[in-house]
């Protein structure tokens, strides 16, 4: 979980920055809400494409949901983020079994972003190829938000908060609503946000909570071969309106965290959570095309660190937790009729996970200008089914899926620049929805998860006007997860273990400024392949082996800014065997962000941009090892959108 190990207080993820004292040796982005002019909040993507070394799709087919990479980790999952943890505030979105669900976030509420790049597991755990730590906007009492937006392709959406206070403690509810055609038949998406938050600040504890409830409607445009995107890239699938493919979600959540210090050394950092999640999709085929789950889900964390302590009268930082979390679905599938009618049922079981970690970190200062931290995690994950469909046999079962994690870190820093060595590790289990068996109900047995070591070296600091950082990596994965298709199920993912990979590159990110001139640039450099069995020496799917991010903003004055993104990616491969390539490509966007009146009370704001301002025609979403060629989702044309907000 993201609320402990990575850090003794009070450098916590969701507070530190780079150059901190505190700040571990990590390769760590760090993007503010105010680094993106007139962003597109209908997904992360342009948050996490600003830094190096990720690499994130899907801002159209809100059924598949964003897909992230950070340097190789989670290119292959079927949708969503997977080999990747995500916290908000602290808490985990992630399940035990290492799968994150985004829907949730009101993207309007995020006041910045951490990227954590690399192998992770001793610091939070399975999946933790990379880390993404959201934070929200301060609550301010007394301050409201209305806001409308609205997109050339009939797209629009509003929303509106309001902040108060109840003595000590502050509040903030709003509420959010979406609709949006897409830039293809059959991408239709409703979706409804509702959150409460509170914060509590006493002398010496914090206390914060949330409440939040969501509700998606998407249809699935599905994906297709080369050809056919080349002959009508608006046209959606043939088979996925004949069976109305898509997916329902209604999800609630409710979390708390609490921390305290004690006696001005000690301190405790306390994190919990529970909700549920009812989930229904139409694939586009009619055996067991039709899958609901009604899931349940909680958590438990507890830090205790000690960020003043000293050994021989050197510094040191130490921190020990616990921390577990628990999952149960009850799963359904059915035959999918014509039109998306709900035909015989083909499978019913109740899946359950639970995780329980163990971590320890430690960080000393051996002298003046050198540190050395080193960290521990075990990790107990069991998964089990119970079989409900007994008409085609029991295909019940447990698996028991431990690992043991650790890095060790040393630093060297001056008034000008660190430099750190690292080694560490990652390992990641399928997820529940990954080990479907191809053969029928249960778990497949031949499973398992994949580890990874990790070599870093990293460079970073800073002048009056520029902040830069150069890290090279090295990393070493064995049975990586693979996914692929059945002829007959096309649009459902299975996963195998393969073999070795290497990946092996560098991150380079600089930020500069001038008066009213702004410039980010994020490049990064990943050759990854498998290095040994029959794919020996092919490139992994999914990944572009260069991508360039490079953006500039002008304050042409205190109440305009404009700004230009340029974002260039390499070619890269669609399956395991190399043979479905995706042209590389180059694309704009262009936004203005026009302060139309501000007082000390209010502000009247209007945001504009033109996305793919080039008419670029690429693929927004890759499907990895997908039956026939199928691997491309367009992407929109040129698309102009406006928003209008008030702030009083």
Do not use: C
């Amino acid at each position: 979980m993201l609320v402990g190990p990575a850090l003794a207080q009070p450098a916590r993820l969701d507070t530190l920055t780079v150059n901190a004292p505190e700040a571990p040796p990590l390769a760590i982005s760090h993007i503010a809400a105010d680094d993106l002019i007139a962003p597109d909040h209908r997904s992360l993507a342009q948050w996490l494409n600003l830094s190096p070394g990720v690499f994130a799709l899907n801002n159209d087919n809100a059924a598949q949901g964003v897909r992230v990479s950070i340097r190789g980790f989670g290119a292959q999952a079927a949708f969503g983020v997977r080999g990747i943890r995500v916290s908000l505030d602290g808490v985990p979105l992630t399940l035990p079994d290492g799968q994150s669900d985004l829907d949730l976030l009101d993207l309007k509420l995020i006041d910045r972003m951490s990227v954590v790049r690399g192998p992770s597991s001793s610091l939070f755990g399975n999946a933790s190829g990379g880390v993404v730590a959201l934070n929200s906007r301060p609550i301010v009492a007394g301050e409201a938000r209305l806001q409308a937006e609205s997109r050339g392709d009939g797209g629009r959406s509003a929303r509106a908060e309001y902040s108060t206070a109840i003595g000590s403690t502050a509040l903030r509810a709003s509420l959010a609503q979406s609709h949006f055609d897409g830039p293809r038949d059959h991408s239709h998406v409703d979706a409804r946000w509702s959150h409460l938050n509170g914060h509590y600040a006493g002398a010496d504890s914090q206390f914060s909570f949330g409440v939040s409830d969501l509700q998606v409607d998407a249809l699935d445009p599905g994906a297709l071969n080369a050809s056919d995107m080349r002959s009508d890239r608006e046209a959606a699938r043939a088979a996925n309106v004949e069976f109305n493919a898509g997916e329902t979600i209604r999800q609630q959540r409710l979390h708390a965290r609490w921390d305290k210090t004690l006696d001005n050394r000690w301190h405790i950092d306390s994190v919990a959570y529970l909700g549920q999640r009812d989930f229904a999709n139409r694939l586009p085929f009619s055996n067991g095309g039709q899958s609901t789950f009604e899931r349940s889900f909680a958590g438990l964390g507890l830090t205790l660190s000690a960020p003043h302590q000293a050994v021989f009268d050197r510094p040191q930082r130490f921190s020990v937790g616990i921390d577990s979390q628990w999952q149960a679905d009850d799963r359904q599938r059915y035959d999918n009729n014509p039109g998306g009618q709900r035909g015989d049922l083909t499978l019913e079981q109740r899946e359950r996970a639970q995780v329980l970690g163990l971590f320890l970190r430690n960080s000393l200062a051996i002298s003046q200008r050198w540190e050395i931290s080193t960290g521990v995690r075990q990790d107990w994950l069991t998964l089990r089914t119970s079989d409900r469909f007994l008409s085609d046999g029991n295909d019940s079962g447990e698996r028991q899926l431990n690992d043991l994690s650790g890095d060790l870190n040393l630093r060297h820093k001056n008034a000008a620049h660190t430099t750190y060595l690292r080694l560490s590790t990652a390992y990641q289990t399928p997820t529940i929805s990954e080990l479907a068996n191809p053969a029928g109900g249960g778990f497949n047995p031949d499973l398992n998860s994949s580890r990874s070591h990790g070599l870093e070296l990293g460079w970073l600091g800073q002048t009056a006007s520029l902040s830069y950082e150069l890290v090279t990596f090295l990393i070493g994965s064995d049975d990586e997860l693979q996914s692929f298709e059945l002829e007959d199920q096309p649009g459902r993912s299975f996963y195998r273990n393969g073999g070795r990979s290497q990946r092996y590159g560098a991150d380079l990110a600089l930020q500069w400024s001038v008066n009213d001139w702004q410039a980010n640039l994020a490049y990064s450099l990943l050759i990854a392949e498998y290095a040994d069995g029959e794919l020996d020496g092919k490139r992994l799917p999914g990944l572009p082996r260069q991508t360039l991010n490079l953006s500039g903003a002008y304050h042409w004055t205190q109440q305009l800014t404009l700004a230009l993104h340029l974002i260039a990616r390499d070619a890269l491969y669609a399956d395991d065997l190399n043979t479905v390539n995706v042209a590389g490509h180059l694309r704009a966007n262009l936004t203005a962000a026009w302060t139309l009146l501000r007082s000390a009370r209010q502000q009247l704001r209007l945001e504009m941009a033109i996305d793919n301002v080039l008419d670029t025609e690429y693929a927004d979403n890759i499907r990895i090892n997908a039956f026939g060629g199928r691997a491309f989702e367009p992407a929109s044309g040129r698309l102009a959108r406006a928003s209008l907000s008030w702030h009083f």
